[in-house]
Nanobody, 128 residues
Framework: QVRLMESGGGAVQAGGSLRLSCTASFSSALNYCMGWYRQAPGKEREGVAAIDGDGMTNYADSVKGRFTVSKDFAKNTLYLQMENLEPADGAVYYC??????????????????????WGKGTLVNISS
């Protein structure tokens, strides 16, 4: 069972940038569908970015052009580069991976219910 640990959250002003990291307990986890999700207080968890085993990516409309997901096999790490942050981006950010899914429309669908393993999250606060 893979373990995931997020880091990089913090407090920034609107318009600022952050890079989140998610380190997996073993590098082969990065061969599977992975994603970033977020949950704001009182709201349902939502998908932000997905990356499949081949490196194909997809983004929620609200973050397209501002967020970039990537992975580094040498460091067993998934990243989320966030630019031009908005107050609405404030949330706990989680990374997740599938136990079996490598690619395909379900992977790109950003549905958190399809993911199997989760980190504990990292908090992002955006001040206006």
């Amino acid at each position: 069972q893979v373990r995931l640990m997020e880091s990089g959250g913090g407090a920034v002003q609107a318009g600022g940038s952050l890079r989140l990291s998610c380190t997996a307990s073993f590098s082969s986890a990065l061969n599977y569908c992975m994603g970033w999700y977020r949950q704001a207080p009182g709201k349902e968890r939502e998908g932000v970015a997905a990356i499949d085993g081949d490196g194909m990516t997809n983004y929620a409309d609200s973050v397209k052009g501002r967020f970039t997901v990537s992975k580094d096999f040498a460091k067993n790490t998934l990243y989320l580069q966030m630019e031009n942050l908005e107050p609405a981006d404030g949330a706990v950010y989680y990374c997740a991976t599938s136990a079996s899914m490598v690619r395909g429309p379900v992977c790109m669908g950003l549905n958190y219910r399809e993911m199997d393993y989760w980190g504990k999250g990292t908090l992002v606060n955006i001040s206006s």
